[in-house]
């Protein structure tokens, strides 16, 4: 006879389900956590034997009745096997082999309240879960260890897979219990995996350590730190020995980039959980910080799918709390105000190819601007706005009419004096975390030079521009009067685009 479906089978993604407790009518899938009657899982597990049975009949000889198999003889069945029953499975087999190869070449998992839409897959989990009930039927024709280890492959390739898919799925959806739902998925594709080992080696590693990364996510949204943190924690040192194997494999080395951004996300939150007392308030505190945070980022794509960029923000993030509490310090401008705001600093080094402007031909001057860090909260990622408008600061007329030639800088050297008086100090007052990193604070600085340059012919000829280099992050402080920041510190060297106060004044630690 031919191997039973068990289980019952999810209507909506074809995943077995648990079976429910007696006089329970409801049954919620463990992978794609839709709810549905049990009537109807019923029903569909009843459709799909059908299509399995109607599959295999299609698949062997006519006149060969399958339904009482073991009194088929075994030379028979292997001749069925390997004839008409493996040629069909192999077709879909290499198709969705493929295609899991691509999937585990990206990052399959994100942080806390990051919806990851990067993926997109080829396959359904339905019709990978329903291929894994046709390898599941035809266990009995194989008959010989060579046969059966083909269909094990495919069997653990399948239910992987699956599984798998279901949590591209998950990645982009807004639901409550994802992250329960991806650990689910990830142990389970890990213990599929376990029977075809050596075809991804470090793959099970990875999908254990990736079941433990959603499990810290899932404690850390749930307010639960000490927990994630332990995870988190659990996490690293298997994706270490995931990323060994995946290294030294030519099957698996597609795999040593996500493992790598993976890695980056289990190790954020761990950074982000281990300061955790275990006091709940405060611990609350967190996580309603960092889905603020989280929220803003959402916007831009170039951020939150990046896992390189979001660890960087977590870590920065995770100074200022450690400053705020008098345990780190940062560098901080002088100023009054009641609230500090994140400026990259950046050293622009310029020289003039001509002699009619400074007295000396060819001098190399070095000029100080601010990026304002948070400028593209509720606006445009990396606007030149964002930068201190040093020739404006100057000029009147053209950008450069007016100079002597005794100048240091064009802007008359307008922020190196404040910069000098910054300090290495504790934050004394709410501050906003930065939000964008050291390339973006180079990118926008070399957008506006190229903006400003281009506009003015005088300028483009006579002015040598080396590369933007970012100094530091400092603290400003500034006065929020409940609409918007003010900076009299730093006059016109103030830059025109800080960001929506409102939102931003909303994220401070
Ligand atoms: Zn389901």
């Known amino acids: 006879m031919t191997q039973e ?13 648990e079976a429910p407790a007696a006089g329970v009518e409801t049954v919620v ?74 999937l585990l070449s990206q990052n399959l998992t994100t942080f806390p309240y990051i919806l990851n839409d990067q993926i997109h897959p080829s396959n359904d989990p339905k019709e990978v879960f329903s291929f894994q009930a046709k390898v599941q039927s035809v266990y009995p024709l194989a008959v010989n260890p060579e046969a059966k280890k083909a269909v094990d492959d495919a069997n653990a390739v399948a239910v992987s897979y699956a599984y798998l898919l279901n949590n591209a799925k998950l990645l982009h959806e807004p639901k409550g219990d994802r992250f329960a739902l991806m650990a689910d998925n990830f142990s389970s594709a890990a213990k599929a995996m376990e029977a075809a080992n050596e075809m991804y080696p470090g793959l099970v590693e990875r999908l254990q350590a990736n079941a433990l990364s959603a499990t810290a996510s899932d404690a850390f949204v ?34 040593s980039q996500a493992i790598r951004d993976e890695r980056l996300i289990a190790d954020s ?92 031909k060819g001098k190399e001057v070095s000029e100080l601007l601010l990026v304002a860090a948070d400028a593209f909260a509720g606006g445009a990622w990396n606007s030149p706005g964002a930068v201190s408008d040093v020739f404006r600061a100057r000029a009147k007329g053209g950008v450069l009419d007016g100079l002597t030639g005794k100048e240091t800088s064009i802007s008359g050297g307008g922020l190196s004096t404040l910069l000098a008086q910054a ?17 973006d604070a180079a990118e926008m600085a070399t957008s506006y030079l190229n903006t400003t340059i281009n506009s003015d012919a005088k300028v483009r000829d006579k002015l040598r521009l ?44």
């Open 5 to 17: 479906l068990q289980s019952l089978r999810c209507r909506y993604c074809s995943a077995p389900l």
């Open 29 to 102: 899938c463990r992978s794609c956590g839709t709810a549905q009657k049990l009537l109807d899982a019923r029903q569909y597990l009843e459709e799909l034997k059908l299509s399995v049975s109607e599959w295999l009949r299609k698949a062997v000889p006519v006149g060969m009745d399958l339904s009482h198999s073991a009194n088929v003889d075994p030379v028979a069945r292997y001749g069925v096997f390997v004839n008409n029953v493996k040629p069909r499975l192999d077709t879909e087999f290499t198709e969705y082999r493929f295609n899991m190869a691509s």
């Open 222 to 255: 749930n307010g639960k730190l000490p927990e994630s943190h332990r995870n988190s924690s659990r996490a690293l040192a298997l994706y270490e020995t995931a990323g060994g194997l995946a290294a030294s494999s030519m099957t698996s080395t597609v795999m």
């Open 269 to 360: 939150i761990m950074s982000l959980t281990q300061a955790s007392t275990g006091d709940s308030m405060v611990d609350a505190k967190l996580v309603t910080q960092v889905q603020a945070i989280v929220g803003v980022l959402q916007s831009f794509p170039q951020v939150y799918s990046n896992p390189t960029r979001v660890q960087g923000i977590i870590s920065r993030l995770q100074t200022t709390i450690a400053a705020r509490k008098a345990m780190a310090t940062m560098r901080v401008l002088p100023g009054s105000g009641n609230l500090l705001y994140p400026f990259w600093v950046i050293d622009l080094k310029y020289s003039f190819s001509t002699g009619a402007l400074w007295t000396k």
């Open 423 to 439: 300090t290495n100090s504790h934050l004394s007052m709410p501050a906003i975390p930065a939000l964008s990193s050291e390339n």
């Open 466 to 509: 080396s590369a933007p280099r970012v100094v530091e992050l400092a603290y400003v402080p500034t006065q929020y009067d409940g609409q918007r920041f003010s900076f009299p510190q730093l006059g016109a060297m103030a830059p025109r685009e800080t960001g929506n106060a409102t939102v931003l004044a909303g994220l401070s630690v």
